[in-house]
């Protein structure tokens, strides 16, 4: 796992299955704007309302498991 990247998954409420994962750099400007991005065309990809993903931070132990 790479210290200078933050790792987030994103994920379906209603079924709980992880959609996608995403990476970028820890000192991207505006980070949260990035993830409502990828969140808003997840939505259209997969015909659902944005409501129902939402996106975790993905931690080093979360890669132990």
Do not use: H, W
Not at 8 to 14: A, D, P, S, V
Not at 23 to 31: K, M, V, Y
Not at 37 to 44: D, N, P, T
Request: one cysteine or more; aromatic letters at 16%; hydrophobic letters at 30%.
């Amino acid at each position: 796992m790479n210290k200078d990247l933050k790792y987030y998954k994103f994920i379906n409420c209603l079924t709980g299955n992880v959609i996608r994962f995403l990476s970028f750099p820890g000192d991207a400007p505006n980070p949260r704007e990035l993830l409502e991005e990828e969140r808003q065309k997840l939505a259209c990809e997969n015909n659902m309302y944005v409501e129902n993903i939402y996106y975790l931070l993905y931690t080093e132990n979360d890669f132990d498991k």
